[in-house]
């Protein structure tokens, strides 16, 4: 009877791989990306290395992305490759930075300090002026996911997202803001999930790809 439940148990589980989008122009410029923001070049390749690295070690189902072009470009690249359909999901979008896109991180540290209203123990709760503050966007993320882990209680699913799409992912699944860093581009992180929830993250670095 218990080799039966286990066996069962095991059926019943299916695998998140959160992707971070291969790099952006915003990200070789080191500003607060615009939304329509494209890959550059490097991103492109970079894609294309995570796919073979992840089409060796899993078997996708499907794959599902952010409809910002950089993560829907980097997941037309992957999901091609491993020959799966792509769905484009909204609210798998990056967190909207609202009045800091297209300025830099320098400029921002730089002013952030005479903000009264952020507090540096508790960023995630600060919200720039017309966006969203991370736990916002932790609450947006943490509800796309879980359709797709009732929608696909078995399989291994790819989604191709952004850097703090998958920090606050982590904050959520580990139940602290603590040790949720944003992965580098095209960085992988796999969740288990059964029907009762979701597992622990696990960054993946064998998936890594290679950085100059």
């Given at each position: 009877m218990?080799?039966?439940?286990?066996?069962?148990?095991?059926?019943?589980?299916g695998?998140?791989i959160?992707?971070?989008?291969?790099?952006?122009?915003?990200?070789?410029?080191?500003?607060?990306?615009?939304?329509?923001?494209?890959l550059?070049?490097?991103?492109r390749?970079?894609?294309?290395?995570v796919a073979?690295?992840?089409?060796e070690?899993?078997q996708?189902?499907?794959?599902?992305?952010?409809?910002?072009?950089?993560?829907?470009?980097?997941?037309?690249?992957v999901?091609a490759?491993?020959?799966v359909p792509?769905?484009?999901?909204?609210?798998?979008h990056?967190?909207?930075?609202?009045?800091?896109?297209?300025?830099?991180?320098v400029?921002?540290s730089?002013?952030?300090?005479?903000?009264?209203?952020y507090?540096?123990?508790?960023?995630w709760?600060?919200?720039?002026?017309?966006?969203?503050?991370?736990?916002?966007?932790k609450?947006?993320?943490?509800?796309a996911l879980e359709?797709?882990?009732?929608?696909?209680?078995?399989?291994?699913?790819?989604v191709?997202?952004h850097?703090?799409?998958?920090?606050v992912?982590?904050?959520?699944l580990?139940?602290?803001?603590?040790?949720?860093?944003?992965?580098e581009?095209?960085?992988?992180?796999?969740?288990?999930?059964?029907?009762?929830?979701?597992?622990?993250?696990l960054?993946?670095?064998?998936?890594?790809?290679?950085?100059?």
């Amino acid at each position: 009877m218990a080799a039966d439940s286990n066996e069962t148990q095991k059926k019943l589980m299916g695998k998140l791989i959160l992707v971070r989008h291969g790099e952006s122009e915003a990200n070789r410029q080191k500003i607060f990306a615009e939304d329509d923001s494209p890959l550059t070049e490097k991103g492109r390749e970079q894609a294309r290395e995570v796919a073979e690295k992840i089409a060796e070690r899993f078997q996708l189902a499907a794959a599902v992305a952010s409809a910002l072009p950089r993560a829907a470009e980097t997941a037309r690249i992957v999901a091609a490759r491993l020959g799966v359909p792509l769905e484009i999901v909204p609210d798998l979008h990056e967190r909207d930075f609202g009045s800091l896109k297209g300025k830099s991180y320098v400029d921002f540290s730089k002013w952030i300090r005479n903000d009264s209203t952020y507090d540096a123990a508790r960023p995630w709760l600060w919200t720039p002026q017309g966006g969203e503050s991370m736990e916002d966007a932790k609450a947006r993320v943490v509800g796309a996911l879980e359709k797709l882990r009732r929608r696909h209680p078995e399989d291994e699913v790819l989604v191709v997202c952004h850097g703090v799409v998958m920090q606050v992912m982590w904050a959520f699944l580990t139940g602290t803001w603590e040790g949720a860093e944003i992965p580098e581009n095209c960085g992988v992180v796999q969740v288990e999930h059964t029907e009762q929830g979701f597992g622990m993250p696990l960054l993946l670095e064998d998936c890594s790809v290679t950085r100059e």
